[in-house]
């Protein structure tokens, strides 16, 4: 009897160490939590003055004090030092970690800083960026919608965000055009700092929020970066900001702003636009108005056509780069919401990731007039390829893979250049980076002035006496132009659904 007890009590053991282990197992191979104090999903954002000021932000498991350690890096541009200053946040908990911020400032223009991130005795590996040295010649880097839930696919992210490192090598900053993650839990983002820290502790990123990052997920992206959010119209769902790097000026809109823009965040914008001098002008974001993606037939994205673009226009904004559809679309320049030489260039920067959305052929002359294509790279399951204006469906292999964008300004020029890293490497293994589209914008420098000099906050009273006119504006919009049109696509729309399977 005794014998039979141990036996049960022995399988009974066998059973638990066999399932612990799975589940052991099953922990290793996605994420295991974060524990103790090492720090953990670093970053360095813009924040301030991009020639002497950086923000950064970093994680614990535990609640510990805040270290930064930072000084020139050897490779150094500027042989001129001077001493930073630190000002550090309350650590705060979120989503059971633990949030560190400080602003580093009184940084030298034009130096490497080589930095790291503690306690004072448990530090993070050390991580370097750049200071904008002022001068009107620079490259930066933009990306969009890596979006992933798995780290097989985050990485894979990963590697084309380091092929657009080793392509533009010069790069000085990076915008991610928003959706970091798919569902923005404490799990995904484990994942993305697993697949991304090491790219995010050697460059600066300015960050855009995705409706992944912000619609439903309140104040996670608030949490994860280190930004200026002292003229954000709100926090809740993103952040919305601006800053100047070279001879450009940069605004960073939030588009889930009530489902797409306030009043209140457009008429920030258009002062934010008018208080800079700087030769060039572009604006980031996420949602796009210009898109033959699936996202294109919904009216919270198309609203920016009617809403968006006519401050763009008014402040003769230059480029505007946008995410949220996964595929690449640029368009031809644009004022009036018509073709015309001195408008606003408009780029949908395709997807670093896996998720990529063919063309719904049916947007086509409906929300989108094709004449106002100035290239679109088609991606649909086993080919893609750059669109000629008249032919959907051609083919080309090294047209399928993710998508990033280097960007270069010099003076008076801006040229663009798409690149897509090949899911398929070539017969000898290599990897295949393409240039699948380029164009150059020219300017004569030194003829934007400055028109607003006031107060460009929100307050609170402001923003929420405009949520009702805003949601007014964004209903009038879906009932009066997106409905109607919707229906007299509808039939289009139907076509493909049945022949394609596309909706």
């Given amino acids: 009897m005794k014998k039979n007890l141990l036996k049960i009590i022995s399988i009974i053991l066998c059973i638990s160490l066999l399932t612990g282990g799975m589940a052991l197992c099953a922990s290793a191979e996605g994420e295991e939590s974060a524990s103790g104090t090492a720090p953990f999903r670093i970053s360095v954002t813009v924040n301030g003055d991009t020639a002497t000021s950086r923000g950064i932000c970093w994680y614990t498991a535990e609640n510990t004090s805040s270290v930064v350690e930072i000084s020139v890096s050897p490779s150094s541009f500027s042989e001129e030092t001077s001493t930073p200053a630190i000002e550090y946040s309350e650590v705060t908990e979120w989503e059971g970690n633990f949030v560190h911020k400080a602003v580093v400032s009184g940084l030298t223009p034009g130096n490497r800083y080589s930095y790291r991130v503690g306690d004072g005795t448990t530090f993070s590996d050390y991580g370097t960026f750049v200071t904008d040295d002022g001068n009107s010649s620079f490259e930066f880097i933009a990306i969009a919608d890596i979006q992933a839930s798995s780290l097989e696919n985050f990485e894979?992210?990963?590697?084309?965000?380091?092929?657009?490192?080793?392509?533009?090598?010069?790069?000085?900053?990076?915008?991610?055009?928003?959706?970091?993650?798919?569902?923005?839990?404490?799990?995904?983002?484990?994942?993305?700092?697993?697949?991304?820290?090491?790219?995010?502790?050697?460059?600066?990123?300015?960050?855009?929020?995705?409706?992944?990052?912000?619609?439903?997920?309140?104040?996670?992206?608030?949490?994860?970066?280190?930004?200026?959010?002292?003229?954000?119209?709100?926090?809740?769902?993103?952040?919305?900001?601006s800053f100047d790097y070279g001879n450009a000026h940069f605004a960073v809109l939030n588009t889930n702003d009530l489902l797409s823009i306030s009043i209140a965040q457009l008429k920030w914008l258009e002062n934010d636009m008018n208080s800079t001098d700087k030769d060039w002008k572009i604006v980031c974001m996420h949602k796009s108005p210009y898109t033959l993606g699936k996202d294109g037939k919904w009216p919270d994205a198309l609203y920016l056509q009617k809403s968006l673009t006519k401050v763009l226009d008014k402040c003769d904004v230059d480029l505007?780069?946008?995410?949220?559809?996964?595929?690449?679309?640029?368009?031809?320049?644009?004022?009036?919401?018509?073709?015309?030489?001195?408008?606003?260039?408009?780029?949908?920067?395709?997807?670093?990731?896996?998720?990529?959305?063919?063309?719904?052929?049916?947007?086509?002359?409906?929300?989108?007039?094709?004449?106002?294509?100035?290239?679109?790279?088609?991606?649909?399951?086993?080919?893609?390829?750059?669109?000629?204006?008249?032919?959907?469906?051609?083919?080309?292999?090294?047209?399928?893979?993710?998508c990033f964008n280097g960007i270069s300004i010099d003076g008076g020029k801006l040229t663009f250049k798409s690149y897509i890293l090949a899911d398929k490497p070539d017969e000898q293994g290599n990897e295949i980076i393409t240039c699948h589209d380029e164009f150059v914008l020219e300017k004569e420098v030194g003829q934007n002035k400055i028109t607003y000099t006031g107060d460009n906050t929100t307050s609170s009273?402001?923003?929420?006496?405009?949520?009702?006119?805003?949601?007014?504006?964004?209903?009038?919009?879906?009932f009066g132009i997106w409905l109607p049109k919707f229906f007299i696509m509808l039939p289009d729309m139907l076509n493909v659904v049945i022949n394609d399977g596309t909706f």
């Fill in 320 to 402: 505007v780069l946008s995410g949220h559809d996964h595929q690449y679309l640029r368009t031809k320049a644009l004022k009036g919401n018509k073709v015309s030489e001195d408008g606003t260039v408009y780029v949908l920067a395709g997807t670093a990731g896996t998720k990529r959305y063919e063309v719904r052929s049916f947007l086509a002359n409906h929300f989108l007039d094709t004449d106002f294509i100035g290239a679109l790279t088609i991606q649909k399951d086993n080919y893609g390829n750059y669109w000629n204006g008249e032919n959907w469906e051609q083919t080309k292999q090294t047209n399928i893979g993710g």
């Fill in 461 to 478: 009273v402001e923003y929420y006496l405009g949520v009702v006119p805003s949601f007014m504006g964004l209903a009038g919009y879906a």
């Fill in 156 to 241: 894979k992210g990963a590697k084309t965000i380091d092929a657009a490192f080793r392509t533009v090598p010069n790069a000085e900053f990076m915008f991610n055009l928003g959706d970091f993650t798919n569902d923005s839990t404490n799990e995904e983002w484990n994942l993305y700092d697993k697949a991304m820290s090491e790219i995010n502790l050697s460059t600066t990123l300015a960050p855009i929020t995705g409706n992944h990052d912000g619609l439903g997920v309140w104040h996670w992206f608030d949490n994860m970066f280190n930004l200026d959010t002292s003229e954000s119209v709100q926090t809740l769902n993103g952040v919305n900001y």
